[in-house]
């Protein structure tokens, strides 16, 4: 560059938002971040961003950002040296395990965090404290679908990649505002139907979406009513003929439990049920049972429920009954919520999982990973999941919590519930790269985190695809990629143990300090992933053939990718064989059950929540973003103009939505394609943008008994209007 220029580089990355993925080139200068476009090479999106990704770069310079760590006392905050912090967090970790046992302390991460972050953090957990409470904000999107494709192929994983959209000739959405969430993955559906005219796209979802303006067919279901739905659909491909009987004997198990439970689905009761009409479901298995190739694609619309393991696994009925499965074009295809939502579930980044797809309860498991690590074992019972994991707190049972590049206090169900269980823990650490969050208002200590470009790692994405990402900029201040904030810590409660006489566990290293040194040697991300691959081998998931030198050389990669292969594989089960112990699929046979609270003349409308088309999570970064408040700049209750008229409430007037947990003071927006007595509000907004709009104030805390998954689309509330504007 000549003087006075900049001399612009571009770094390889991903998006961290969505879970589609999306290939970004940082544009930078070494020091700062100048700008992004899209990676033309990357086989997510091949170059094109949405309105969230194209801002990206304005979303990391900021005064909020954490740059040293501090230790709070509520409304100050004292800067501390690192030693110090994490000293103090050891000291506090390690007097309690000393007084209470290791199931007294516990962290709750999120699918934000790289796959290093989570096989350190895991490791840190399960290996070096022996407690199994960790668990992740993926609990809030993806553990119906785990537990879905788990009760039913044998494996968690998502069994088809992107270009399967480019040969479907129908796309089954259903539970999804494609065209908000994954807003990349909507555009190459729109580029499927444009360039194929066979090509049939039924949309299912309660609410009329931008998603449901590309459907051919739209069935706008009564909330909840998903499995009556997919078992009435089912009903119908078996009474037409429109199954695959060949696949069924050969390849699946449980289907003569099914086919009896789903002729009490018969056509009209299941109309009657999701209160749509007899012929678009009858229209709805035509299409789906005559396709050459049948995709679904689905979101959060299935998943949180407390019933979603059961919708899922009723989806994936359908295609195992037609043999969609394993092929081009077809397959259940879960869309990811969040960049590494898969990632951290390879490493074991949840409390019934270690590293490389095992299970804590399987004892054989339990034993590979302890004798990989080198402990005498790992504890044989799963930890808590988010909301019992928040709700032991309240009771005190969990009396240090370390909250990792999360804000629960906005994100989970009942938030009064959380609040109080964050006020009765006696340590509260958070671990963020921004400093202004609902949830650091009630931590002790905050920890900075480098954030997006600012460190090397690897994420995987919806379609099971795997990309390296780089480090563009330095991170600001004193913050710190999150694995090395546990490695240090792991050091320095090595000591804080010593020092307070906890017993020794059988396999030792002569004390915790030096098994902390042995334990977490890691000196760089790769030398993480190094160690995480080889708990891949001879795994489903098998990616020893995988380095950072072959991701850079060779592009981003789909798993498996043994040792030895030359390119991932973009589908499983093309050879019929399913990770079950009979090789077979399982048909499950779930009942119809309707939501955990239904609606009654207290509470007579029901509220959907879910995210905007141009925010991101709780906002900490597309809050910072002038241009991304153009599309919504408050939350506003989506309501039918028949229910506003009925309660007297204008378009633009504020109102109060109550339920049995809290109130939220919000605007209506009166729109006529909202369905009657069903509400939507916005997921994104805190304290910081609307002082009285989180929705999580109403929430529930019912959760699904399998997956763990809360009820996010269904509460009951009533609304009032206010009488000031
Ligand atoms: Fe990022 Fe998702 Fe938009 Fe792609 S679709 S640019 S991953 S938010």
């Not at 696994?313 to 960049?339: D, E, R, V, Y």
């Not at 907004?685 to 399998?706: K, S």
């Amino acid at each position: 560059a000549g003087a006075g220029t900049v001399a612009v580089r571009e770094t390889r990355s991903v998006c961290p938002y969505c879970g589609t993925g999306c290939g970004v080139l940082i544009q930078h200068d070494g020091q700062r971040m100048l700008g992004v476009r899209g990676d033309p090479d990357h086989p997510a999106n091949f170059g094109r961003l949405c309105t969230k990704g194209r801002t990206l770069h304005q979303t990391v310079h900021g005064a909020d950002r954490a740059v040293q760590p501090l230790w709070r006392d509520r409304d100050s905050g004292s800067p501390l040296p690192w030693s110090e912090a994490l000293h103090r967090a050891a000291e506090g970790f390690a007097g309690i395990i000393r007084a209470h046992g290791p199931q007294a302390v516990a962290f709750y991460v999120s699918g934000q965090l790289t796959t290093e972050d989570y096989y350190v953090a895991n490791k840190l957990a399960k290996g070096f404290i022996g407690t199994n409470h960790i668990d992740t904000n993926s609990r809030l999107c993806m553990a119906s679908a785990v537990a879905g494709y788990k009760s039913s192929l044998g494996m968690d994983s998502v069994p088809c990649a992107y270009e399967d959209i480019d040969l479907a000739d129908c796309i089954f959405l259903i539970g999804s505002n494609t065209a908000y969430a994954h807003p990349i993955v909507f555009r190459r559906i729109e580029d499927a139907k444009a360039g194929n005219p066979n090509l049939r796209i039924i949309v299912a979802d309660p609410r009329r979406t931008p998603t449901t303006s590309i459907a051919d067919l739209y069935l706008p279901l009564k909330p909840g009513t998903d499995v009556a739905l997919l078992h009435g659909i089912l009903h119908i491909l078996i009474w037409e003929g429109w199954i695959d009987r060949a696949f069924i004997d050969t390849h699946t198990e449980g289907w003569e439990a099914l086919k009896a439970l789903v002729q009490d689905y018969n056509p009209q009761t299941v109309a009657e049920t999701c209160a749509i009409a007899v012929a678009d479901l009858r229209r709805a298995a035509e299409i789906f049972g005559t396709a050459r190739a049948a995709l679904s694609l689905w979101c959060q619309g299935l998943n949180q429920s407390a019933h979603g393991t059961d919708k899922n696994t009723a989806l994936i009925n359908l295609h195992l009954a037609t043999g969609q499965i394993g092929k081009p074009g077809a397959g259940p295809f879960s869309l990811t919520g969040q960049p590494n939502a898969m990632g951290g579930r390879e490493v074991g980044g949840m409390p019934a999982l270690l590293p490389g797809h095992r299970d804590v309860l399987n004892p054989a498991h339990r034993e590979e990973i302890a004798r990989f690590w080198g402990v005498e074992g790992i504890c044989p019972e799963p930890g808590l999941t988010a909301v019992p994991l928040f709700q032991a707190m309240e009771r005190g049972e969990i009396k240090a919590v370390w909250i990792v590049c999360t804000n629960p206090v906005l994100s989970m169900p009942d938030q009064a519930q959380v609040i109080r269980a964050l006020a009765r823990a006696e340590l509260v650490i958070l671990q963020d790269a921004y400093l202004e969050t609902e949830t650091g208002a009630y931590a002790d200590l905050l920890l900075p985190a480098a954030s997006w470009g600012e460190r090397e790692a690897l994420v995987t994405n919806s379609e099971r695809r795997i990309s390296h990402l780089g480090q563009a900029i330095p991170a600001p201040g004193a913050a710190l990629p999150d694995w090395e904030i546990f490695r240090d810590f792991a050091y320095a409660l090595g000591a804080a143990l010593d020092e307070s006489g906890q017993p020794a566990p059988a396999i030792m290293d002569g004390s915790w300090t030096a098994r902390a040194q042995r334990l977490f040697a890691f000196s760089t991300a790769e030398s993480v992933f190094n160690e995480y691959r080889e708990t891949t081998r001879g795994r489903d998931l098998d990616i020893t053939g995988l380095s950072f030198a072959r991701l850079d050389r060779d592009g981003p990669q789909q798993w498996p990718f043994p040792e030895g292969a030359e390119k991932g594989r973009a589908r499983l089960y093309g050879d019929g064989i399913f990770p079950t112990p009979s090789g077979r699929a399982r048909f499950r046979a779930p009942a119809y059950a309707p939501v955990a609270e239904d609606i009654d003349a207290r509470y007579p409308l029901r509220l959907i929540t879910g995210r905007l088309r141009d925010q991101w999570h709780s906002m900490s970064r597309t809050g910072k973003v002038t241009a991304l408040f153009q599309h919504s700049e408050e939350p506003l209750l989506e309501i039918h103009p028949r229910d506003a008229q009925r309660l007297g409430l204008k378009d633009g007037q504020l109102c109060r939505v109550s339920s049995r947990r809290g109130k939220v003071v919000v605007r209506a927006q009166v729109l006529a394609t909202a369905p009657p007595g069903v509400l939507f509000l916005p997921m994104h907004f805190g304290t910081r943008f609307a002082p009285a709009g989180e929705c999580n104030r109403l929430t529930l805390p019912a959760i699904d008994p399998v997956s763990g998954e809360p009820e996010f689309k269904h509460t009951a509330v009533r609304v009032e209007p206010l009488a000031f504007a």
